[in-house]
């Protein structure tokens, strides 16, 4: 089945320095990616989905890059700040199947 | 967004004991998960369901049991808790859309097994 690997498990940047975060999976199949963020103590905020047929997506503060290539995913925190300390987890799931598998996770501290 | 609502927040229970937890959304979509989160782990699925008395194992369904009694409602059930469950614990309900699912979390159960 689908397996994740999710880099760095943790992750220090200073404030405006840019954070990059890396899933890699292995079904190719996979075509819905999902970037959630979670603060210390509170549950799962969706960041952004993605869907495979867009290499480039763009959020406030952070883009997410597909390559399907290499199968990768990656979220680049741009000009980080203390409010973007949380763990990001990324989540990957096929066509037709509603099920996700999720990467183990990165805590990223900004540091003032 | 869904509104997904969990209780208890907070459970110490004791090895042997039976444990349930509920989980409540507000949006009428057809999916519901249970997943644990352990340091290290990320999410792992525990069971899930795609609408009222419907339920499915998921990639770790053992010690557990689930049911779904109503479009709303997903409960998670320890029979014989061990300390190893000892766990947060997210339900998450998956809008189901386009074909795939946009899953949306509670703020989960903190569970502690003596």
């Known amino acids: 089945g689908e397996q994740v690997e999710q880099r760095p498990p943790h992750l220090s940047v200073r404030e405006g320095d840019s954070a990059v975060i890396t899933c890699t999976y292995t079904d190719p199949n996979s075509y819905y990616f999902f970037w959630y963020k979670q603060e210390p103590g509170a549950s799962l905020q969706l960041l952004m989905k993605?869907?495979?047929?867009?290499e480039i997506n763009e959020g406030q503060g952070f883009t997410v890059l597909l390559n399907k290539k290499d199968k990768r995913l990656s979220l680049n925190l741009t000009a980080a700040h203390p409010g973007d300390s949380a763990a990001y987890f990324c989540a990957v799931s096929a066509t037709g199947n509603y099920k996700y598998v999720f990467g183990a996770g990165t805590r990223l501290k900004v540091i003032a | 967004e869904a509104a997904v609502t969990q209780s208890p927040r907070n459970k110490v229970a004791v090895t042997g004991g039976k444990v349930t937890l509920s989980c409540n959304q507000t949006?009428?979509?057809?999916?519901m998960y249970w997943y644990r989160q352990d340091t290290g782990h990320g999410l792992r699925l525990i069971h899930y369901?795609?609408?009222?008395?419907?339920?499915e194992k998921g990639d770790i369904p053992d010690g557990y049991k689930a049911s779904r009694p109503s479009q709303e409602n997903f409960s998670l059930i320890l029979e014989l808790a061990t300390p190893s469950q000892t766990s947060v614990y997210f339900c998450?309900?998956?809008?189901?859309?386009?074909?795939?699912?946009?899953?949306?979390f509670g703020p989960g159960t903190r569970l502690l097994v003596l």
């Open positions: 998450a309900s998956g809008d189901n859309w386009g074909g795939q699912d946009t899953q949306y």
């Open positions: 993605v869907f495979s047929s867009t």
């Open positions: 949006n009428n979509h057809n999916n």
């Open positions: 369901s795609y609408g009222a008395g419907s339920t």
